[in-house]
Structures are given as structure tokens and as C-alpha cells.
């Protein structure tokens, strides 16, 4: 158990070690009060008190109108950055002669009120990303190179790191060579290729396993050795065999060509490859091709559908509209007499457009609007949750289906859980094609993005955005019904904790939230969105 030290001195506050041998009274839960301006605390009461903790040290910056702060060791910013989230502190300064690590990094970008750090040294793509979101680093020592795998590979900037392919590595690795490639996998984005000097098997399974751990599949190893060995190369067989089965990542060798000179029959192995990959070349192109048709095919049906239901909105007369509510409202009375609906349930009609869309297809109930996408979009609920998955509005089949509602949901009087799907085809812009922009960062932390309009016969409704995240093929956030408000809330907890970015918006238990769902990473896993809703009004048309 370590002490840390809190100081506060000319508008500043201090984080250190204490290195006193005094011990700390155990009454005090590992706390000890030194001074008006001096505390300590354990770093294990630290971790376990987070909370507590951060709403302190936010009082604190108040009251002494705190705006910089100084870390005495590197090590101490994992502890001590979560504290500082809902404070206005602007300047940060780690003392340490140390250089940055990117998990410090990633830290910094939580503080939303952070201008400017400085440190010992940081990688330049740090710097790059730093910049990104407009923080100010000042650093104490010139920026080199850390390790042999960042300079080979030309790794500056931090798009380099985030758009690069392929790269290349000199085995055996060294420290800081294996830190910045656990690094550079977490923060690219694209690599297929890892390019590798010569074979050491246990060099080899470090890369791996290291692959493997930040979840990266789907790769090609390229070892440039000349083996002739038997034993080895039938080692290297059977590794290939093993790696593709469990990881989908292929071993791969590629010999000189002073080597494939000397050995013809090698030659011709590589050239037997080599059609191979034109050919494989040929059926990308092929499905790339398709794909690009497809796409520009939904596009084109899907537009001529939203115009001609423009037109269909813009050529019905009030006396057809009215008609068509009377029809339809009686159809609702019929249907509630039914199911035993109490009376008070029974809404008036009163939004005209999708009114007079009901002649076009009579499983409408609503229309749903998601800013900055292509996601305005009647949505219709059928009996339920397969056929709109394969038919369009006009049902007329097609891969790209139609945004439909739960089939449990209440079109009429919202559940406390309303869930709508669409799908995500080839990210073709259709239907929740688009719906992927609301992962990234620039999108989901503007404002007016967080807001989303879904509109029902009965009433206009405003969202908004609570929670975002991706979550393997599950069913856990489809729920509907509840045992009670406890129970609820447990599950508004669950969907919040996943979130990839903290809204802060409240969620009790009279409220009704939002669902959107669809597929995400080659439909391995769900892309999820979730709102509260904050307005409710008649329309007024």
C-alpha cells in the first residue's frame, strides 16, 4: 500500500508519493488529514473510493479556483485522471522524467476542460492526437523514436498508425518494440500484413499471442527466410494450420530471389501462388463490384420510393385524409374492443402525413429521423420480426428490408422499451446503412446529432441519446416488459454501463427509452442505440 500526498498551493494542486514512514491511521480508512492544504490517502482507498473522491477533489478546485495540477510520477495517472473528469482544470503537468505512455494519453482526452500538459517526451502521434482534440503539449526533451518497430515503419503521425496496412518487423523484439506494437494495434484500424525478418518460434508465438489479445484476426504473417529445412518447414505447416483454425491469421514464407534461382522447383511453387492470388484478386474485384452495384441500386429504389411518397403526402386532399382517419379510428376502436383496451387508451389520429401514407401500406406507425445519416424513414410493424427484413414498403423483396418496430411494441401507447430495427447492408446508406456514423466521436458529441425525432400517428416525440455501444449477438437489450421499476432500472443501468461515451443523461423509472438495433463488424456483433424520451407533443398539422 502506497500513500499519496494532496497538496494545494498558489491556485495549484499536487499529487505525490508521500515518503514518510509514518503510517496511516486505520480509523481514517487509510485517510489522514496533515493541513487545510495537505492530505493523504492509500492508493487502495483511492481505487476503492473513486467516486467519492472525484466529487471532493471537484469541490476543491472550486473553492481554491484550481486550474493546474501537478503529478509527481507517471505511474500515478491512472489514479489520479479519473478524479479530475468534473473538474475545470486546464493545465496538467507530470514531473517525471518519463516518457508519456498512450494509455496516459488516452486518459487525457476523458478531461473535457484540459488545454495544455507537459511531460518528459511523447511519441509523435501522441502529439498528433493530442492536437486532434485541441490539447496544448509542451515537452521537456526533443521527440525521438522509442523503439526500432516505429522508426522502421515510418509511424509519425497518428493517422500513419490508424490507416497503416501493413508493417514490418525486426525479430528479435525489444522491450520497447513489443510496448509500442501493443500500442500501434490499439489504435489501428486497417492492418492485413505484418511483414517478419526471419523465423524465431518464440519471437513468433510473442506476436500472436499479442494479436490475439487485442483481438486482431483476420491477418497475414510473411516470414522473408530461405527454409529448406524439412522439419522446419513442416513445423511452420502445421503452425499455419493451427494459427488459421483457432485465430484466422495465415503464416506465409517468402524467399529471395537469389534463393528462387538456385531452386526452380520453389519457383514454381511462388508462380502457382501467384495466379492463385490473381485469381483471388479477380473474385475481390468481382465482389467489390457487386457490392458497389448493390449499393448504388438500393440507393437509387429507395429514393424513388421516399419521392413518390412525397408525392402521395403532397396529392391527398383533407377530405381523403379525413376519411382515411375515420376508417382507421374505427379500425383502432374494433381492435381495442378486442383486447379489452380501456377507453383512455385509445388515441385520436392527428398526424396527417402518415395518414395519408396508410393507403400505400397499412402496417405504417410512425417515422423516425436520426440527424447527420440517411435515417428518415417511414417505419412499419408487422405480426412480426422476420418479413420487413426481406421486403421493402411498396413488399417487394429485397436484401435491404424496410425499418420495422418490435412486433410486441405498442404503436399506439409506448412501452417502456420500443425497439426498431433495420438493416446494415454493405454499409450501402439505406435503411440503417448510416447508422454506424453515430460511433464516431465528432458525431455523438455534437449536440444536435444526440436528438431523435420519431413521429407516430398519434403524437410527435423527441429522444435523446443516452447510450451508444457495439455488444456481440445477444438478446439482453430487447427486453420489453418489466417485473417492476427496480427491475427496470437495473436494466437502464446495464444498457448505460455499456456505452461508449458518457452522456449524462438521467433515465428514471416513469421514463420511455428508444431502441435502435442492427448489425455491426460483418454481423458478428449489434450496433445499439438508446434514447429517453424528453417531449412529447400533439401534431399539430
Known sequence: ?????????????????????????????????????????????????????????????????????????????????????????????????????????????TLKNLKNINCFSLQPFMLELLDKHHIICDTRSEILYISNFMETNNLIRYSNIYYKTSVRITLPLSLEDLKDLKDFLKINKYLKVIHINKLLNKELEKIVNILVHENRTNLKIIIHENISDEKTATYLKELNKTYKRKYHITLSLEYTEEYLDKNLFSQTIINMLKVCGLIICSLV???????????????????????????????????????????????????????????????????????????????????????????????????????????????????????????????????????????????????????????????????????????????NMQFKIFSIYRVPKTNDYLRIYFKDDLDYLNFIDMITSRSIYDFNVPVSAKDKILTLSTCSDNGTKRLIVHAVLIQNEADTN
Open 1 to 109: 500500500m502506497k500513500k499519496v500526498l494532496i497538496s494545494i498551493k498558489n491556485n495549484e494542486i499536487t499529487f505525490a508519493y508521500k515518503t514518510s514512514n509514518s503510517s496511516i491511521n486505520n480509523d481514517l480508512i487509510n485517510t489522514n488529514i496533515i493541513s487545510n492544504n495537505e492530505l493523504i490517502f492509500s492508493d487502495i482507498y483511492i481505487k476503492d473510493n473513486s467516486k467519492i473522491l472525484t466529487s471532493f477533489i471537484n469541490e476543491l478546485a472550486l473553492q481554491y479556483n484550481i486550474t493546474k495540477v501537478n503529478i509527481s510520477k507517471m505511474e500515478l495517472t491512472p489514479l489520479i485522471i479519473p478524479l479530475l473528469t468534473k473538474t475545470n482544470i486546464d493545465t496538467l503537468i507530470i514531473k517525471e522524467d518519463e516518457p508519456l505512455t498512450y494509455s496516459t494519453c488516452e486518459a487525457l482526452l
Open 285 to 459: 474485384i468481382l465482389v467489390v463490384t457487386y457490392i458497389g452495384v448493390s449499393n448504388y441500386i438500393a440507393l437509387k429504389d429507395v429514393s424513388k420510393i421516399k419521392n413518390e411518397l412525397a408525392e402521395v403526402v403532397e396529392n391527398t386532399t383533407p377530405e381523403e385524409v379525413k376519411e382515411i382517419i375515420e376508417e382507421k379510428q374505427i379500425e383502432n376502436e374494433k381492435k381495442a374492443i378486442e383486447e379489452e383496451t380501456p377507453k383512455k387508451d385509445i388515441k385520436l389520429i392527428t398526424n396527417h402525413k402518415l395518414v395519408s401514407l396508410l393507403p400505400v401500406n397499412k402496417d405504417i406507425i410512425g417515422e423516425l429521423k436520426v440527424n447527420n445519416t440517411n435515417i428518415d424513414y417511414p417505419v412499419v410493424q408487422t405480426k412480426d420480426n422476420d418479413y420487413y427484413l426481406d421486403y421493402d414498403l411498396y413488399h417487394k423483396k429485397t436484401i435491404n428490408g424496410w425499418i420495422f418496430m418490435d412486433y410486441r411494441n405498442n404503436p399506439m401507447n409506448l412501452d417502456k422499451n420500443n425497439i426498431i430495427y433495420g438493416h446494415n447492408v454493405y454499409y450501402s446508406g439505406v435503411m440503417f446503412g448510416t447508422l454506424y456514423k453515430v460511433a464516431n466521436y465528432d458525431w455523438y458529441t455534437n449536440p444536435d446529432n444526440q436528438i431523435i425525432t420519431y413521429n407516430t400517428l398519434y403524437e
